[in-house]
């Protein structure tokens, strides 16, 4: 079993910075990808970030150079630096992660979301 949790959300003004983490716990070997999602209402949901347990990381063409992921491998964790926020960054965003478990086996996990609203 491996839970991601994510906090940090809120609401914030446009051009203000968050910052969102989402810890993994569980049953785990090792982590592969972790990467940041989001979905806004009434659309799909899409990727954000990602990052390599490596330290490799691929951003969204809307947000490359206001968004950096990065990862804490010691403590299961990824956080995601936003700034210059804008109205359109309005959206919950979903931590996922590829997981190897103390079985050896491989999952695909998802945390349960977290909102920011980004408002004045």
């Known amino acids: 079993q491996v839970q991601l949790v994510e906090s940090g959300g809120g609401l914030v003004q446009p051009g203000g910075s968050l910052r969102l983490s989402c810890e993994a716990s569980?049953?785990?070997?090792?982590?592969?990808?972790m990467g940041w999602y989001r979905q806004a209402p009434g659309k799909e949901r899409e990727l954000v970030a990602s990052i390599t347990s490596g330290g490799s990381s691929n951003y969204a063409d809307s947000v490359k150079g206001r968004f950096t992921i990065s990862r804490d491998n010691a403590k299961n964790t990824v956080y995601l630096q936003m700034n210059s926020l804008k109205p359109e960054d309005t959206a919950v965003y979903y931590c996922?992660?590829?997981?190897?478990?103390?079985?050896?086996?491989?999952?695909?996990?998802w945390g349960k979301g977290t909102l920011v609203t980004v408002s004045s």
């Open positions: 996922n992660a590829g997981v190897m478990n103390k079985k050896l086996t491989f999952g695909n996990y």
């Open positions: 569980g049953s785990i070997f090792s982590i592969n990808t």
